[in-house]
């Protein structure tokens, strides 16, 4: 497939071009059409605002989703045979490609481009198609298809990347990877000093240890510590003396992200609490600090032969996508690794479980690579309660992962439908549904939505460019709406306050107003009185829709959408692909009358059962059998 004549492809290399600088006129004429290729929404709405009388622009949201309901199941079966031909290549098992990650890897994302890129020359014989491209391996992928199709390319600003750019990179990576665990690992024994001298303890692993043990592995954010140093576990809330309830010691294994509070401060609290955390610091030695960056290396450099996909080189994909920006995450899983080798000479056989919050990200796949390498005693429970979304593939368990040691015992979901969602690529580990702790609050407050005329609620997701997205958006179309409107705004523990409030300022500056106000309450209490939720990319709209609280999911202009509500019915949910549909969705919830609200509670129901499983006692005990 490819587009008839000449100079039909002009490509724009986003990160190098100046808008004001290029004269579109060198490229421009009545039959041109444009698309972007990116994630950076503002960086996408000033090429709009600079090409609109220019070019047409070619909307790609619904396309890129329909691609990807055609393509992924393949892409995933794919890697599941290269995971095969890999499996004893351990820093494989820690390649962008593998985990299907797509925050962390963009082949797939790239080969739904490309595949759009073949369906809009289809589409548009012998016009000229201007593409901007935020990723150089976009780019140089959309180039070599072009040249094997015999289509010719005009490249502007096409980024250098020889090998001593390559080589910058690493070394910048690698620097600044070391330099953050000598800081944790500095600000680790000063806490452990400081922690001796004030409470007159030395605080070790071996007295959490008498008798069976649970070792309960989560992430952990500064908003988990109250002032007074108590921890409120926002994952399994109750499980604790649920377990200790059965007989069970618990001790705690944090993923600490990334905080704006003093991380010496974060350290400290962590000490000082009565619970138990493991802080790695403690255990790993010098040696597993250096195979661990030498592993990393070796998975970033990672240049294997790889099987072609859909007539398209996935390794010269893959070669190009920009790994080395993944080097820490990357570092910090294998380290996690050497971690629980450590815990299984120390623990002594204690931990008979390990109850883990399992994304099937690099990290877990790690635990439970080493726990099983240690032990085949050690019952591992991965619980996924959260929503799944087609498009985030690294949350699909797989066979080959199963096959190589990297899964747990047994999975854990929300409900039946969230089951059926995990054992679409596995059918080795028993998939179980349990008692959603995080999500049991919504078996408490039924029926107890009360709006507030007028009062909008965004639930902004954890990755900042989709929650730059949902803002600009926003603050576009609030000047066209009618009647007094209150817009909360509920920052995501990832980015928190600072960056969102950053970003608004940079946005008033170019004339893109938006009055908001900020709420850090938990979702149990601001969902009451929300007449409107919105959000992307975020399982926290599903809590609204089986509240009776309508709910708009705003679609991504040109990254892959995560839509928690895909073969649902979407009676009181809208989907919205621009921002005609966004506004005429947001006046008609707003405008709802008290029957119709009567309704959406009815709908909320079938929603919650779908999704959830009720508050059943019995449905816990897959934690302790």
Request: net charge neutral; with cysteine; hydrophobic share 40%.
């Amino acid at each position: 497939m490819g587009c008839e004549g000449k100079n039909r492809i002009i490509l724009i290399y986003s990160t190098h071009f100046k808008l004001n600088k290029v004269q579109i006129s060198y490229f421009s004429d009545n039959e041109s059409y444009w698309l972007y290729f990116g994630r950076d929404y503002l960086k996408f709405k000033e090429y709009e605002f600079y090409f609109k009388d220019k070019f047409e622009l070619i909307e790609i949201s619904e396309k890129l989703d329909r691609i990807s309901d055609r393509i992924r199941d393949d892409f995933n079966h794919y890697i599941d045979d290269v995971n095969r031909n890999n499996n004893d290549i351990f820093e494989w098992w820690f390649t962008p490609l593998s985990s299907r990650n797509i925050y962390l890897s963009e082949v797939f994302q790239n080969v739904c481009y490309l595949e759009l890129v073949k369906e809009v020359c289809s589409n548009y014989p012998g016009k000229k198609i201007v593409i901007v491209v935020e990723s150089y391996s976009t780019g140089v992928l959309i180039e070599k298809w072009a040249d094997d199709e015999n289509i010719s390319v005009i490249s502007i600003s096409r980024p250098y990347r020889g090998k001593f750019y390559f080589l910058w990179q690493a070394f910048a990576e690698i620097g600044k990877s070391i330099l953050k665990a000598f800081i944790n690992f500095t600000f680790a024994k000063i806490s452990k000093i400081s922690f001796k001298s004030n409470s007159k303890k030395n605080k070790n692993i071996s007295s959490f240890l008498d008798g069976k043990t649970a070792l309960i592995d989560l992430f952990v954010y500064e908003s988990n510590f109250a002032e007074d140093g108590s921890f409120n576990d926002r994952y399994f809330p109750g499980l604790e003396s649920y377990l200790k309830k059965n007989g069970y010691n618990v001790i705690y294994h944090p993923t600490l992200t990334e905080t704006k509070l003093n991380k010496l401060n974060l350290y400290k609290k962590i000490r000082a609490n009565d619970r138990f955390f493991i802080i790695k610091e403690d255990y790993l030695t010098i040696f597993d600090y250096l195979m661990s960056l030498n592993m990393a290396v070796k998975a970033v450099t990672f240049n294997e032969k790889l099987p072609y996909f859909r007539d398209i080189d996935i390794s010269f994909a893959d070669s190009c996508d920009n790994k080395w920006v993944c080097f820490d995450g990357i570092f910090k899983s294998i380290l996690v690794y050497y971690l629980f080798l450590r815990l299984g000479d120390v623990s002594r056989g204690k931990i008979e479980r390990i109850i883990c919050w399992h994304e099937n990200q690099l990290q877990d796949k790690a635990l439970c690579l080493a726990v099983n390498n240690v032990s085949q005693v050690i019952k591992i429970i991965g619980v996924q309660h959260f929503i799944h979304f087609s498009n985030y593939l690294g949350l699909y368990p797989l066979d080959s992962e199963y096959e190589s040691g990297l899964l747990p015992d047994i999975i854990l979901t929300t409900g039946v439908r969230e089951s059926i969602k995990v054992r679409k690529y596995l059918t080795h580990v028993p998939v179980k549904t349990s008692l959603a702790l995080r999500y049991s609050y919504l078996f408490r407050i039924h029926n107890q939505n009360m709006p507030i005329p007028g009062s909008i609620l965004l639930l902004l997701p954890g990755d900042k460019n989709d929650a730059f997205e949902i803002l600009i958006n926003v603050c576009d179309i609030l000047d066209g709406l009618n009647g007094v409107l209150n817009v909360y705004l509920k920052s995501h523990p990832d980015h928190g306050k600072k960056i969102i409030l950053a970003f608004l300022d940079i946005l008033n500056a170019k004339g893109m107003s938006g009055k908001f106000e900020f709420k850090e309450e938990k979702n149990e209490v601001l969902l009451k009185s929300a007449a409107v939720v919105i959000s992307t990319a975020s399982s926290s709209i599903v809590e609204a829709a089986v509240l009776g609280i309508p709910t708009i999911l705003l679609a991504k202009y040109s990254a892959l959408n995560l839509n928690p509500f895909e073969y649902s019915d979407l009676s009181f949910v809208s989907i919205c692909y621009d921002s005609d549909e966004f506004r005429k969705s947001l006046n008609k919830y707003l405008r709802l009358s008290t029957k119709e609200r009567e309704k959406l509670l009815i709908f909320g129901e079938d929603m919650k059962k779908k999704f959830f499983n009720p508050e059943d006692a019995e449905e816990m005990s897959y934690f302790i059998i």
